[in-house]
């Protein structure tokens, strides 16, 4: 059975619309609430963060109303990292976890990423069972009014994040001498970001760091890595950091201005981790990870798993399969000794790291030759369209096409209306032939 709120990646979708407006997100509240204190927990305790989103405003008033309706206590955190929300909720032996945002969205979209008390994205099967939660009659999951949960703001989360990042790597590490520039994308990690990495005593030259609620992700941060790119090579940085709207993903840039992605910097990790003897299980990348890194690991004998696109499907792979880092090629990372989904402020010391021993960024990175790829977005009023026998046909021909010359990945968005088609091909003709030739079906 298909899930009616959830997608890939939470609940996400355009504010005052369908699912992303008060009345849902009250709903939403009672539902998470009412499932988790079934759990007869002896605390009941929800803890919510969100990104900056302008409609924050709106929905989060609801949300708490939701929760405290259903007995949750709940505490909030204000703009904060997803990560810092999750390690939050594992550390403050909380329920559940939410965090308000649509990630690299822009401001217009927004949405939930529900945790559980382990810190990790909740299960499809919970998801069900909340979604059941949510179809039933509000009064039924409604409390006694002795029995309301109360609310508090806990104005510290940043620096109780910060701490925690901090505690993962050596007393003595220091970023003096570094000069680094950081895109927040005017998004959840416009705090923690730049205070961090000042605080380990690097020189940081940042952008995306004010916030108007409108242009969370508008021209900055990882979906427009240009913008990273032509500030580093300005300001003559050791290192460039792009995080997105709520600080999951990063895509970096060398000293050179050369934009590194996912798939690169997991490659970078993956071999330092397996010299010093700390990788377990192997890498578990997606169907989007690019062929190069996958002939990479093969190479170097690292076993490598693909699991479905979006990062709580990378991490229940590398759970299932007792890895210890994962991630996606957008720079959804997860070091799975310190988190357990992607951070890209955790990935970015763990680059730092490295870098402090005397190595320039350009000697870290570009361990493989990419397969040439490209994907192409197309907008669509229906998602099913990828069902229609016209649209498999062409699927089918495409990669009749390519045969052993290339890979080819149609898929439906799982957080935007949207078709997404990639091509893996070293004849980028052939590629663009396949491409046009699916794209005709959808259009």
């Known amino acids: 059975m298909s899930k009616r709120y959830f997608g890939t990646d939470g609940i996400r979708g355009t504010v005052n619309q369908y699912k992303i407006n008060g009345d849902m997100f009250f709903k939403f509240g009672l539902a998470a609430g009412t499932y988790f204190r079934n759990l007869k927990k ?60 649509a990630s690299h969205n822009p401001f217009y979209d927004n949405g939930l990423k529900l945790f559980g008390p382990d810190g990790l994205k909740l299960s499809d099967k919970i998801e069900k069972k909340i979604e059941k939660l949510i179809d039933t009659k509000i009064s039924k999951h409604l409390i006694n009014p002795d029995v309301l949960g109360r609310v508090k703001r806990l104005e510290d989360a940043n620096d109780k994040y910060i701490n925690i990042l ?20 005017n998004g959840a990690g416009y705090k923690s970001g730049p205070k961090i990495l000042k605080s380990l005593g690097a020189k940081v030259y940042d952008i995306g760091t004010s916030p108007n609620g409108l242009n969370i992700n508008s021209n900055c941060g990882s979906t427009f890595p240009n913008k990273i790119k032509f500030f580093s090579k300005k300001k003559k940085v050791n290192l460039g950091i792009s995080l997105d709207g709520d600080a999951d993903r990063i895509i970096i840039c060398d000293e050179k201005g050369k934009i590194i992605d996912g798939d690169q910097i997991i490659a970078m990790i993956a071999l330092r981790w397996k010299k010093k003897k700390i990788l377990k299980g192997g890498v578990v990348g997606t169907l989007m990870s690019n062929y190069g890194l996958e002939k990479l690991f093969k190479t170097n004998k690292i076993k490598f798993i693909r699991a479905n696109v979006g990062d709580r499907y990378v991490k229940e792979v590398m759970k299932k399969n007792r890895c210890n880092l994962g991630g996606e090629q957008s720079g959804h990372i997860i070091l799975g000794n310190f988190a ?39 907008n669509v009023k229906d998602k099913s369209v990828i069902n229609l026998k016209n649209c498999k046909q062409s699927i089918i021909s495409a990669k009749q ?26 004849d980028k003709k052939l590629m663009t032939k396949c491409i046009n030739l699916i794209k005709r079906s959808i259009n």
């Open 42 to 101: 002896k605390k009941q305790i929800a803890i919510i963060a969100k990104d900056t989103r302008l409609s924050g405003y709106t929905l989060e008033p609801a949300l708490v109303s939701g929760l405290a309706s259903a007995g949750m206590h709940v505490y909030t955190l204000g703009p904060l990292p997803t990560n810092g929300l999750a390690m939050l909720t594992k550390k403050m032996d909380a329920n559940l976890g939410i965090m308000i945002t």
């Open 166 to 185: 901090k505690s993962n790597f050596p007393r003595n590490f220091s970023l003096k001498g570094l000069k680094i520039a950081i895109d927040c994308a």
């Open 340 to 378: 357990t989904t992607g951070d890209g402020i955790l990935v970015a010391l763990e680059i730092l790291y490295s870098m402090s021993k005397g190595k320039k960024a350009s000697e870290l990175f570009n361990n493989f030759r990419k397969i040439p790829q490209k994907l192409i977005n197309i």
């Open 401 to 426: 096409i390519l045969k052993n010359k290339g890979r080819i990945l149609v898929r439906p968005s799982g957080t935007e209306p949207k078709i997404r088609i990639m091509c893996e091909s070293n």
